[in-house]
């Protein structure tokens, strides 16, 4: 597949590429712009909550209106912020990205499965993200019904919405393009010796993280096919009869559920939320084994972990529905359920505590992201835990302690792995290394700022304060002793905004560097870095197919003569 | 632990009989938390220092044996079986069985639009008249009343104004006209989505007036401040403003409420009547 594509147009090598690299390059660098698309959607969002009655500076212009912020704008705003910084920017990057550049070199896979699938998954993620954002410029603007875009509100919302189903079909198909390429890759292409229980673990969690993709998609592909019937055909798939909206009776034949929408949506989108953090955690393994030097505690037990929470994330997903008027049967199976899932995600988090033990931990820039990720994924999984309950639900359903809840998994979580990530492996990708210094400096603040946004929406949400309210709680008696909170998390969010600078000004110094050369700098075990130069070969990957010997993370082996032992290495 | 969640924004008070409960449900399962938070992070600083590669040049192949960690997942499992069988099921079936029918009971219709509370009482024949969305009007009928129906007559209803008395179960059919609400009464520890083509019962008991409430808050932020409808779900470009007021009386109060609700209701009637005269 890769000898006859001797002299490649700029066309075919870098846009219409069938190479998993390249694509892999595609998908990092657009989801990184959307990354800082949504981020600044959102430091926008934080002005209006911190200073909700005066003008927005710099973007105000852009909204007439006297540069105030009206609540439909906030409401779209929030919404695409949502949907950007989940489908257009974490999964693109943690699946797209990371796992289609480094999944084949990892298994010893020349590309993968199928090539031209795999562009066509890129371009389909491209052209939906595309079609997502043209949203603001329809009359109305944006989908402003939040990302979860709940009918009757979503059905008789303007334009924006009918754009933004539009665009969730592009991407989803995209997505289940991606899966299935990364499913056939895994089982079909793994090199000699590599059995399943020699795959690193980074391996492991996108197969497993393919496989929610492929089950829980459709379910939401043919929701929003049905909710743009709603909207464009006159069905009533989530409508009842007899709706007055503004005075106006509405005409429809009714006889739909808005609760039939809520269980396809969340079908997928809790099983979603492991997409988000999956990857995160193969990330991590795979930095903190490099530098611990050691191997990682409990492989078997994390590989069966991750297992069982992908069937598990199947059967949760009703726990974010308990206060719709849930039956006690029906709610304690998805609490069950929701305990039950606990358990794999305490077995990984603490064998990734135990691998710390008897190391010998080289602090450098991607080990310090990985780290930061262990206690910050640890707030947000157990402030999961009261809103997994359905009685403490009760209180906290819909507050700002469910928004610090997510985005501890998320922001802090999945974010920091991506980081750690791209510090660790851009040696490979460049053959170039980043700077440690701006590296440290961009990890300390965002640490710092991280918990200075979300920690106090953990005291707003306990004060009972809601999520999306456009003047950020001021209307209510039970916000105001925490109202001044929103001023400390607005200056947190632009703080942590200007602290990637740090990050962005390493990105462009280090691409300018020389290269240093090293194909394995980190002195890695995996295949990737053992059996490839920095970066790899164009077509092919490889100068010989590697063969392997033994398991991913074989570090300070006793009577080795290093302190790792590559997993192709013949002794 | 109730005291730190209280430190950190819980309110002081939670005034409905489910109300501690459902505090107690959230400070057992911020123990949890706290006790594992604190448990890794002890051992996370601990690791981070004494195993740096300054110290310890060489990493141990094995690392730790002891299998300690599959009786921490053990003893959590327990605790969340504790939590689940021992609190969160129980307060939840009383939450969705123990809906108060008898007449001792309040009954009283919510019905959430984009942006306000409708509150719909059935008057002193305690049955709830017809309603017809064709006679909806936003002005004089928002709920579409039918007065001319006979049990339609005595019925009172209010925009965003819920009045209850204290000590007595309240029994609320909570619906809504257009979109998805969600009725919350914070300080009562009360939520409830309000769905489209659904009448679901929300039953609650208030443990304190709003004059109490009012006492309480003195010297507090929320000062002068009494209990509020929230609306906690996403409604569209009002939802921020989407509140209600509450008024806990103690029972005479209620019925004194009540019945200067209905002579206002008779006065508006006779002059219904003068008016229609005068065509
Ligand atoms: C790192 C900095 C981030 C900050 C400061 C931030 C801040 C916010 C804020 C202020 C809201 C609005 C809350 C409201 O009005 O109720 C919000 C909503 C949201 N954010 Fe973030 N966010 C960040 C990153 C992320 C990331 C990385 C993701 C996803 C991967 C994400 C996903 C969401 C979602 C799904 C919502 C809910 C949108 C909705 O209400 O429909 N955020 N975020
Ligand atoms: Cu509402
Ligand atoms: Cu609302």
Not at chain 1, 219 to 245: C, I, K
Not at chain 1, 372 to 395: C, K, R, S
Not at chain 2, 143 to 166: C, M, W, Y
Request: proline share 5%; net charge negative.
């Amino acid at each position: 597949m890769s000898t006859d594509y001797h002299k490649e147009s700029f066309f075919t090598k870098y846009i219409w590429s069938t190479d998993h690299k390249i694509i892999g390059l595609q998908y990092g660098i657009t989801a990184l712009l959307w990354l800082l698309f949504g981020f600044i959607l959102m430091m926008i969002m934080r002005y209006q909550l911190a200073y909700p009655e005066s003008p927005i500076p710099i973007v105000g212009a852009l909204l007439g209106d006297g540069g105030l912020l009206p609540p439909e704008m906030y409401n779209s705003l929030g919404a695409m912020h949502g949907t950007i910084m989940i489908f257009l920017g974490v999964v693109p990057l943690a699946f797209g990205a990371f796992g289609n550049y480094f999944l084949p070199l990892q298994i010893g896979a020349i590309d993968m499965a199928f090539p031209k699938l795999n562009a066509t998954s890129y371009w389909m993620y491209f052209v939906g993200s595309v079609v997502m954002v043209t949203g603001f410029f329809v009359p109305g603007g944006a989908a402003n019904s939040g990302w979860t875009s709940y009918p009757p509100l979503s059905n008789i919302a303007t334009t924006g919405q009918t754009v933004w189903l539009c665009g969730m079909v592009f991407l989803i198909t995209s997505s289940l393009l991606g899966s299935i390429n990364i499913l056939a890759t895994v089982i079909q292409l793994r090199t000699e010796g590599m059995n399943w229980m020699r795959l690193p673990i980074f391996v492991w969690v996108q197969f497993i993280t393919a496989f929610l993709l492929l089950l829980a998609f459709p379910p939401l592909e043919a929701a929003s096919v049905l909710q743009l019937m709603d909207r464009l055909a006159g069905t009533s798939f989530f409508m009842p009869s007899g709706l007055v909206v503004s005075g106006v009776a509405l005409s429809n034949a009714g006889g739909g559920s808005p609760l039939l929408w809520q269980h396809l949506f969340w079908f997928l989108a809790h099983p979603e939320v492991y997409v988000l953090i999956l990857p995160a955690f193969g990330i991590v393994v795979e930095v903190i084994a490099n530098n611990t030097r050691k191997p990682i505690w409990g492989y078997k037990s994390i590989v069966y972990a991750v297992v069982f929470l992908g069937f598990m994330s199947f059967i949760v997903w009703a726990h974010h529905m308990f206060i719709t008027g849930m039956g006690t049967s029906m709610s304690s199976f998805f609490q069950t359920t929701t305990m039950i899932i606990s358990i794999p995600s305490v077995v990984i988090l603490t064998a990734l505590f135990m691998s710390l033990w008897g190391a010998s931990i080289r602090y450098n820039t991607p080990m310090l992201f990985a780290l930061g990720f262990l206690p910050m994924f640890g707030i947000g999984g157990l402030t999961g835990l009261p809103l997994g309950l359905a009685a403490a639900d009760i209180y906290l359903h819909d507050t700002y302690y469910v928004i610090g809840h997510f985005h501890y998994v998320v922001a802090p979580g999945t974010i920091f792995a991506l980081f750690a990530g791209i510090y660790y492996w851009f040696p490979k990708m460049t053959g170039k290394r980043m700077n440690e210094t701006l590296g440290k400096l961009h990890f300390f603040f965002s640490l710092i700022f991280m918990n200075g946004v979300f920690l106090p929406m953990m005291a707003q949400g306990l004060a009972g304060v809601s999520r999306r309210l456009w003047d950020g709680g001021e209307m209510y008696a039970h916000a105001a002793g925490v109202l001044y909170l929103n001023e400390v998390m607005s200056i947190s969010a632009w703080l942590l905004g200007m602290t990637q600078i740090f990050f962005i000004v390493n990105m462009i110094i280090s691409l300018m560097s020389k290269k240093t050369g090293e194909s394995n700098p980190w002195g890695a075990t995996t295949l990737d870095w053992s059996a490839t130069t920095s970066p790899p070969l164009g077509h092919g990957n490889f100068e010989v197919v590697p063969t392997v010997y033994r398991g991913p993370y074989e570090y300070s082996v006793p009577g080795a003569d290093k302190d790792f032992t590559p997993q192709n290495e013949k002794v | 632990m109730l005291e730190l969640l209280r430190y950190f924004g819980l309110p002081t008070f939670s005034a409905s009989t489910q109300g501690p409960a459902i505090d107690n449900i959230n400070v057992l399962a911020h123990w949890l938390m706290a006790l594992l938070f604190v448990g890794w992070g002890a051992f996370f600083i601990y690791t981070l220092f004494r195993f740096r590669a300054s110290k310890n040049p060489k990493a141990n192949y094995q690392g730790i044996r002891s299998h300690f960690s599959s009786y921490l997942e053990v003893v959590i499992g327990v605790i969340e079986v504790v939590l689940l069988l021992g609190f969160a099921i129980p307060i939840w079936a009383s939450r969705v069985n123990d809906v108060p029918k008898g007449p001792d009971a309040i009954h009283i219709r919510v019905v959430g639009q984009q942006f306000a509370w409708n509150i719909h009482y059935p008057g002193p024949d305690g049955v709830f008249g017809a309603i017809s969305v064709d006679l909806v009007d936003e002005v004089e009928n928002p709920i579409g009343l039918d007065r001319s129906e006979e049990f339609a007559k005595d019925d009172i209803f209010t925009v965003n104004q819920l009045h209850i008395p204290v000590n007595t179960p309240i029994n609320i059919s909570l619906s809504t006209k257009d979109v998805i609400h969600s009725f919350t009464l914070t300080e009562l520890r009360v939520k409830q989505d309000a769905i489209p083509g659904m009448e679901i019962p929300v039953w609650f008991e208030a443990t304190m007036t709003t004059d109490e409430l009012l006492e309480e808050i003195k010297g507090t932020a929320r000062e002068g401040r009494g209990f509020e409808i929230a609306c906690a779900q996403l409604c569209g470009l009002g939802h921020y403003r989407m509140k209600g007021f509450m008024t806990i009386h103690e029972m005479d109060g209620y019925e004194a409420w009540l019945a200067e609700e209905q002579e206002y209701l008779s006065e508006e009637e006779e002059d219904d009547w003068e008016d229609d005269w005068e065509d």
